[in-house]
């Protein structure tokens, strides 16, 4: 089994910055793609970025230039650096990890169970 812990959500005011943190730990062979989603109340769920095991990423349109996804592939961890927050960012915040966990022809899917971020004045 794979597990994956989340971090670093919180309250912040419009203007300021946050880091979310995934860990991910259990029997896996290696890591392919980490990413972020996101979920606002009454709204449907939302990728905000990715980034692979050749650290190519990708960004919602709505988050480029503001948010920077990272990952430590020695700690199986990745990192959401979220700047200059609005209001508009309030959601809870989902890790997703897909990963070669019994051998290299399968993967698999794994989430965490979600970080609020709440940004507000």
């Known amino acids: 089994q794979v597990q994956l812990v989340e971090s670093g959500g919180g309250l912040a005011q419009p203007g300021g910055s946050l880091r979310l943190s995934c860990a991910a730990s259990g029997s896996f062979i290696s890591i392919n793609t980490m990413g972020w989603y996101r979920q606002a109340p009454g709204k449907q769920r939302e990728l905000v970025a990715f980034i692979t095991s050749s650290s190519r990423t990708n960004y919602a349109d709505s988050v480029k230039g503001r948010f920077t996804i990272s990952r430590d592939n020695a700690k199986n961890t990745v990192y959401l650096r979220m700047n200059s927050l609005k209001p508009e960012d309030t959601a809870v915040y989902l890790c997703?990890?897909?990963?070669?966990?019994?051998?290299?022809?399968?993967?698999?899917?794994?989430w965490g169970q979600g970080t609020q971020v709440t940004v507000s004045s």
């Open positions: 997703h990890v897909r990963l070669y966990e019994r051998n290299y022809y399968l993967l698999s899917d794994y």
